[in-house]
């Protein structure tokens, strides 16, 4: 499984990403335009060594997002028969800005409170969703061999396209923070003219605000660079609210009460961490040896909430046709099944053997 | 400082009291509607007897909003000498609907996730802000006793008219509440398309939808009863967002970046529990006997940001005159003293006796 790695960007992220591989018996190579912090991986052990490594089978882009694009087309011409990912919490711009059958997007669902380096940890991914977004010039055996290495590190993968990560996160993540900050800033201003208003704020207005106590530094770029999806999530959130004021204005007990309902049974059947299978079964599916039918069913396993927890390609010694294995729970087989019917494939299953 | 009390309601809140009031020596009688809730009370210790107490000294009132007003009269009837407060989240409907000088509104800023009477502890309030609300009817000696019996359960007071909490609770808990559960809601009318988005909710989604997970009950009365409160703040916070949608479509990133800073430096300074103060002096305020003229200097602190730690009314022995001796922190005796003359009042201070 171990292998020769490099890390571009040796942050919170690229930082616990060079822990956890070299915890699992990686050489792991270090890049960063900030000597003073390479300096310092090397010290923590975060590295083992700095520069680029042209022997990397792996290479992760942990940049800042904006310069995401420039690094990973870097890094592909660096190791030039070695894989690169990214951790980009958007996605669009990079994979449409890079061409290339090496490359596979991610975006691993994880942070801290404590940003930089010092917050790096080797367990930073166990039991999180790591998204991977494969595009369409991503071969099979690299998204593969990509996602094996990240599920190595403890993460469930998701795969997704690239549109769809970014309007999700742009709902589940982007707007929430910007409503934050916006809720908090409503209240520092009118502090300014009534001092209690700040003593007010019990636990759930904490809750509510804590994201606005982050850095702010990354967020003009994710705004920038995901702002299709956010502000059709902004006009979503605007629209609502205004119903919702509506609905508070006259008095609409029952409109209010049904709207909060839905969104306390939602918020209560919230998944946590990532789900852990009671049992696993095998679905095989042969498929054409066309480019890129790997991602694709892995992407339609997403849709369908399908988890996989193991996946693996199996080339027929003759011939240009393939089985693609997928390790599922075994109460979601018949589910995964008919999607994959629906599109012409022809899987079997099977238990775990 | 013990006494005889009533608690109405004995839900969280109303339970939390009783077992608070217990554990200072008082006796506490409870009134239910729910009579095996009332019951069950009994059984745990919550109150020490069923029913109206004539004798009662303090009524604290804890039903669902839309009664309370009702409750409040039927207190002030059930205890003759009694004073009568409430826990309520809104506090213009209770304290306009109720003209007597026996009445204090109020309304201790605590809760629980879990809600009902299984959640009721006696250290509840510890630490937490209880605000008051006198009214243009209350008398000083009832907001002064009242002040006395909440501060002694261990929480912090704060006074405010009735109006300004409710504008300043719009602001931090009902809006921050409605949006909470408006952004759950527009994530599970998305989940229902695509799975993923579930999955996708990380810890800052997390923390901001906590508090649509509670109970709604009580929201539907909240609203109706804040409806104007609620509304200007969602018309502020609506605006707002149409505001930082087009900070992202321009890609301003510096406009992002300044809304960004300023959230974060007012959530890092956000005050923690309750203040301790380093070092207390006696701020000593001449008044004429006049009625109210103690919740005035108590609700002109709070507009200062001056915490009372503790408030006592001495009266001459002749005369129509009196001193009201408030306990605050030494480093803010000059603004408070400052802002009491600019009333009119000749303020004098000295080192606690």
Known sequence: MSGRATVVGVGL?????????????????????????????????????????????????????????????????????GLVTDVGSVKVPVVSGVDDPRFVGGHPMAGSEQDGLEGAAADMFVDTNW????????????????????ASLGAEVVTLSP????????????????????????????SEEHY???????????????????????????????????AEVLDDLIAALGVVRREVVDSDRDGLLDRLETARAARVSLPTGAPRPSELAEVRVPIPDRHGELAAIATL?????VNIYDLEIAHSAEGDRGVVLLIVETGLVERLKGGLMAKGYRPTSGPLT
Chains 1, 2 share one sequence.
């Open 131 to 150: 998204v991977l977004t494969p595009g369409d010039a991503t071969d099979d055996a690299s998204f593969a061999r990509v996602r094996t290495t990240v």
């Open 13 to 81: 992220i690229g930082g616990s990403i060079g822990l956890a591989l070299r915890e699992r018996g990686w050489h792991v190579s270090g890049v960063d335009s900030d000597e003073a912090r390479l300096a310092t991986a090397l010290e923590m052990g975060v590295v083992d060594s700095a520069g680029w490594d042209p022997a990397a089978e792996v290479t992760f882009v942990a940049t800042p997002v904006a310069h995401i694009a420039d690094a990973v087309r870097e890094a592909l011409a660096a190791s030039p028969s």
């Open 196 to 230: 209690a208003v700040l003593r007010l704020a019990a636990g759930g207005f904490r809750d509510m605000t804590r994201v606005a106590a982050g850095h702010p530094g990354i967020w003009p770029d994710i705004c920038a660079e995901n702002s299709h999806a956010i």
């Open 301 to 305: 396993a997403t849709e369908l909430d």
């Open 163 to 190: 549109d769809r990560h970014d309007a999700l996160v742009a709902l589940v993540s982007h707007v929430p923070h910007l409503t934050a900050a916006t809720l908090m800033g409503l209240a520092a201003a009118r």
